[in-house]
């Protein structure tokens, strides 16, 4: 594992850390692809997983951001380029256990995209989002699927159009992020929340993330019908029941 990626797996729980801070925190394609092999690999072990940053901002963005640009490269090369991302976004979407991010300050573009995948998105007061690609001259729709579903259209379609950075309150109502805290309590609310997901059976924590990630996807009968059949077989489970006792 490079020294720009940290990993720790304790009681269950596996924290990913990216540890670029003095490029703040920009991502990388080798990167992008050392963390969706961590990714893929933690959740098998891991009842939940952390996702954070080291320093003062997040996540400001890939690290191609603000390079100028040279000669493009054939299509398919390009394809293969962008496949990298999408690979990041899709090991974040269907992760087995959920994960949980602390944003501590800047989440810009490819940021931004990562703060909105994760299940629970828990930022301080200081925080900042945007999705600046546009003002590079870069179409921004690889960002703007990954905030699909995350965020409404018009959410969406005004941090496309306008560049605009907003603050965390902002990003709280567009529905980008689950709860807002002071800085200074930020490590506390990390602190607070994994107990009560450490409490839940894992699989209970699977199955609710398995039914948020296709459940949406299902009409109301066949979400109605896939919930019957889920809640049956984890009841039933053995693991449940010796939870329960």
Do not use: W
Request: aromatic letters at 6%; glycine letters at 4%; hydrophobic letters at 40%.
């Amino acid at each position: 594992m490079s020294d720009l990626l940290n990993l720790e797996y304790k009681n269950e729980v596996s924290t990913i850390s990216i540890n670029n801070p003095k490029h703040g925190n920009r991502v990388s394609d080798e990167m992008a692809v050392e963390l969706t092999n961590i990714l893929n690999s933690a959740q098998s072990e891991s009842h939940f997983i952390i996702f954070k940053s080291v320093g003062e901002d997040f996540c400001m963005g890939r690290a191609i951001m603000g390079e100028k640009p040279g000669a493009l490269p054939e299509a398919l090369a390009m394809r293969e380029k962008f496949d990298v991302v999408f690979d990041l976004y899709d090991a974040f979407r269907n992760s087995e256990v959920p994960i949980l991010s602390f944003i501590q300050g800047g989440a810009h573009g490819f940021g931004a995209a990562l703060a909105a995948l994760t299940d629970i998105t828990i930022c301080s007061e200081k925080a900042t989002f945007s999705l600046p690609e546009t003002s590079h001259n870069i179409m921004p729709t690889m960002a703007m699927s990954a905030l699909m579903g995350r965020v409404s259209r018009k959410a969406l379609l005004y941090m496309t159009y306008t560049c605009e950075e907003i603050d965390a309150q902002t990003a709280l109502n567009f529905g980008l992020v689950s709860q807002v805290v002071k800085h200074s309590d930020l490590s506390e609310a990390e602190n607070t929340i994994i107990p009560k997901l450490a409490r839940i059976p894992r699989s209970a924590i699977k199955a609710v993330k398995e039914f948020s990630n296709e459940g949406e996807e299902l009409n109301t009968k066949s979400a109605k019908a896939y919930a019957r059949n889920l809640h049956a077989t984890i009841n039933s489970s053995e693991t449940l029941r010796n939870h329960q006792k």
